[in-house]
């Protein structure tokens, strides 16, 4: 099994930046992909980026140039660098890691973590 488990949320200005960490444990050597997908308040969980083992990374439209995902795999640990946050980007955001080939639908994950909110103020 894979445990998940984010850190780094909280309450910044508009304009400002977060890095966001994801540490794994347990059977690591089963995640091929890792990455995040954030849930605002009554709407749907919506992918934000994706990074492989060999670093190939790709991004939700609306996040491209601000925010940056990166991956340290002797620490087993994953980040997502925010910068120029807007109050749209605020949301509960899930750490999600891929045991198959990796997809934006919420469905694919293998394994989640707990979520950390992210909230950005005007």
């Known amino acids: 099994q894979v445990q998940l488990v984010e850190s780094g949320g909280g309450l910044v200005q508009a304009g400002g930046s977060l890095r966001l960490s994801c540490a794994a444990s347990g059977r690591t050597f089963s995640l091929y992909d890792m990455g995040w997908f954030r849930q605002a308040p009554g709407k749907e969980r919506e992918f934000v980026a994706v990074?492989?083992?060999?670093?190939?990374?790709n991004y939700l439209d609306s996040v491209k140039g601000r925010f940056t995902i990166s991956r340290d795999n002797a620490k087993n640990t994953v980040y997502l660098q925010m910068s120029s946050l807007q109050p749209e980007d605020t949301a509960v955001y899930y750490c999600?890691?891929?045991?198959?080939?990796?997809?934006?639908?919420?469905?694919?994950?293998?394994?989640w973590g707990q979520g950390t909110q992210v909230t950005v103020s005007s």
């Open positions: 990074i492989s083992w060999g670093g190939s990374t």
């Open positions: 999600a890691g891929w045991t198959t080939n990796w997809g934006t639908a919420p469905g694919t994950v293998g394994s």
